[in-house]
């Protein structure tokens, strides 16, 4: 609910555990008066503080008394006038000045959420949208917040309006600014590289910056646009956390910076290196939304929050809930080397073990045997494909299989027949050498012939062949940052107008082909963002198929993002990734806590293995409930020691799942106790697997022995209410 209060100018955004209040100061500016928990409506100008002259903190010219934008909470911070804290945004005019501040001119509230202008956004809540004039340059800001009731999540962003009669350029355009009053705080962050993402960090937030980001023109595999503010001692069930993500898949940054006054300033949006925007007077500049989380119950609540507002607000309605294809994916089974033969053997064993889809991934189009080749020539390769892909999708079919493909769009290999045409595509300038990452270059996504090119070719495919399911990989960052369309000065432009044109092509593609299920990838979980998310419903989430390594990347993840976001695939042992073997049983106990999967020829298992892959994909059926609809509580932290839990438990509270692993085996360790989270404490529980009924609160505060395990041994452990 949004309320504005005129008497003491106040606006009062509520969600469902959560408040913000903003009061517009007398001489108009717009300030943060609180975030947080639950307030009445009161009038908080008492709590302004930044009246009190504080030496070296300069004044502005129009207000009566003491005040200065160096202390004030501001919403969006403008530079040059006082607030030496980092500014929300630069805009250059053509004598070279910069200085902006921001004041209140108008607001207003609506149902519904902002439109982006092809960028990716939430869907439905109410939104206060508040303008602002920059009374330096003429510029005028409109803040929006979108509030949902049954939410904890608030979507910021901010627009930019040349109101001025010349053009002017942006250096810097964040998406919000939030200032919270003094307290002690440490930051959360999920870095890492490819195999190995989203690993939690939490270091305390001391006076100064701390700043995270990419500048590889993608969201990355080594920092996730994600970061969480917890109070100090709060944790996982207990304490008070923020968390800010942004629905954003290019170079971002969010930083988190401590003032001479103890308070703290989040901020961020696209990342301010090597960009720059011209902004022609009349034209608007739209931001990326950040996803601001509010959690009183530790990092617990603030991911489960996060998970609902992904599943009812950003993740495409038409499969969220929908249940997920269980495919087999031919990566790892056969690399490069296939051919119908292998294909369609592996559809035999996949079909009769109950896998509902084949995928066809990296290899099957120009002369593809091996990564130097092909990318952007989007025909089959016969020679190795005889007959192309209809005797491959048409043994899907017999079989009752569907057939998904994939695709990696924004790639041009040296060795192509496209390069050969167009070497101008590529990113960077044709006359100079350019750096390779994968023996690749990225295709210049921000000119219209080059994404029409490409939707063209993927339009063929999809419309010539029956296929229910579509890959959109992504295996390279940027380099170089020069598109030959754009003109000098606005080279700046070329990162976000990259995204830009992925983004649009993604939504072309989409509309023209409703029914086609897409899942994202980038080299794994490189672009496992808020942005990608309102295209996919899942993500690949990293290449790592380790049991152990997925256990954590998965228990990362989900700080930010739901489960069912996450695409979760068994793999064979030794693990390609690692060489590590761990147990059949684990590698599928940790898969099926997200969109279960196989990276595995199911020929070349034994029948043991073959018999689990039934269970297995029984058992995914029966809790695929929980897994989409689900909530999350994690109970056992593989980064802080030798076990991982985790338990997901329906709304109702009737049933849960629990998956643990213990990771080294420890002999005479038989007085561990797993203390389940998350269950009603009055309701009786089965718990099938050890013939046992317990009430809620025995489970949760006496706890079960954890299992004897080997090495990387999993278990799991079905609830179901009793009466
Ligand atoms: C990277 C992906 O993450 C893999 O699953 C696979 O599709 C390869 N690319 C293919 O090149």
New binding site residues.
């Given amino acids: 609910m949004i309320v504005f209060h005129e008497a003491t100018r106040m606006f009062f955004l509520h969600g469902k555990n959560y408040s913000c209040a903003l009061r517009i100061h007398p001489a108009g500016y717009l300030c943060n008066f609180h975030f947080g928990g639950r307030i009445g409506e009161d009038d908080l100008a008492y709590l302004d503080h930044s009246a009190r002259e504080l030496s070296f903190s300069p004044i502005p010219p129009d207000v009566g008394n003491y005040f200065s934008l160096d202390v004030s909470a501001n919403e969006y911070a403008g530079f040059g006038q006082g607030d030496f804290r980092s500014p929300s945004v630069l805009i250059v005019r053509e004598n070279g000045e910069r200085a902006s501040r921001f004041v209140y001119t108008s607001h207003k509230i609506y149902g519904g959420a902002p439109d982006l202008d092809g960028l990716p956004s939430a869907r439905g809540g109410q939104t206060l949208a508040i303008s602002l004039k920059d009374v330096l340059s003429g510029a005028e800001i409109v803040l929006n917040y979108t509030v949902y009731e049954d939410s904890d999540v608030l979507v910021r962003n901010a627009e930019i309006r040349n109101g001025g009669k010349t053009p002017v350029t942006l250096l810097r355009a964040d998406s919000f600014c939030l200032d919270l009053a003094a307290g002690e705080y440490d930051v959360l962050r999920l870095h890492g590289r490819h195999n190995m993402e989203r690993t939690p960090e939490r270091t305390p937030l001391g006076h100064g910056s701390i700043r995270i980001g990419s500048s590889r023109g993608a969201s990355s595999h080594q920092m996730n646009p994600f970061l969480a503010l917890l109070e100090r001692g709060a944790g996982e069930d207990s304490g008070v956390c923020l968390g800010f993500e942004l629905l954003y898949s290019g170079s971002w940054t969010l930083e988190a910076e401590v003032s001479q006054t103890g308070s703290v300033r989040v901020c961020g949006g696209i990342n301010d290196l090597n960009f720059s925007w011209e902004l022609g007077a009349g034209r608007s500049f739209i931001t990326p939304q950040v996803a601001i989380c509010y959690s009183a119950r530790g990092l617990g609540e603030m991911s489960r929050s996060f998970a609902d507002f992904f599943r009812e607000h950003v993740l495409p309605e038409k499969f969220v809930y929908s249940p997920r294809p269980v495919l087999v ?1 031919n ?1 790892e089974a056969t690399y490069f080397d296939f051919d119908r033969e292998k294909l369609c053997a592996l559809a035999d064993e996949a079909a009769a073990l109950g896998i509902d889809t084949l995928v066809l ?2 290899g099957w189009f120009g002369k593809r045997n091996n ?1 130097r080749t092909s990318l952007g020539d989007w025909t089959v390769n016969e020679t190795k494909l005889d007959g192309g892909l209809d005797p491959v999708i048409g043994h899907c079919k017999r079989l009752g299989m569907k057939f998904g493909i ?1 695709f ?1 769009p924004e790639m041009i290999s040296k060795e192509s027949e496209l390069y050969r045409a167009h070497p101008d595509w590529a990113i960077g300038r044709a006359d100079v050498p350019r750096c390779e990452s994968r023996h690749q270059y990225v295709l210049d996504m921000t000119r219209e012939e080059v994404t029409d090119y490409v939707f063209g070719c993927m339009s063929e495919i999809l419309s010539r062949h029956e296929i229910s399911y579509v ?1 959109w ?1 992504m ?1 390279r960052h940027i380099s170089e940052f020069y598109s030959s369309r754009l003109p000098a000065e606005r080279q700046g432009e070329f990162a976000h107008r990259y995204i830009l044109g992925v983004y649009g092509l993604i939504g072309r593609l989409q509309a023209a082909f409703p029914n086609v299920f897409f899942e994202g ?4 979980g490189g672009r496992f963002d808020g942005g990608m998310l309102c295209y996919f419903p899942q993500f ?1 989430t990293s ?1 790592d198929t380790d049991a152990y390594e997925r256990a954590r990347i998965q228990w990362g993840t989900s700080y930010g993002y739901p489960l069912s976001a996450m695409s979760c695939h068994v793999s064979v042992c030794p693990n390609h990734q690692t060489g590590r073997i761990t147990p059949f049983f684990s590698r599928g106990a940790i898969a099926s806590l997200g969109a279960t999967g196989y990276e595995l020829d199911p020929g070349r298992l034994s029948g043991e293995e073959k018999r689990q892959i039934k269970e297995q994909i029984a058992n995914y059926r029966e809790i695929e409930a929980l897994i989409l609809r689900g909530d999350l509580y994690r109970i056992a932290d593989p980064f802080a020691g030798e076990l991982f839990c985790v338990a997901v438990v329906s709304k109702d509270k009737a049933r849960a799942y629990v998956v643990g692993m213990r990771v080294h085996a420890v002999p005479g360790d038989f007085d561990r106790r797993v203390r389940l989270k998350g269950l009603a404490p009055e309701k009786r529980y089965a718990v099938e697997e050890l013939s046992l009924t317990l009430r809620g609160d025995t489970l949760m505060n006496a706890g079960l022995l954890l299992p004897r395990l080997p090495d990387f041994g999993c278990w799991v452990w079905h609830l179901k209410e009793t009466s």
């Fill in positions: 994916n990566w991934d990296d990564d994939w990696e890959k990989d295996n990838c980038s080299g794994g690949w290449d």
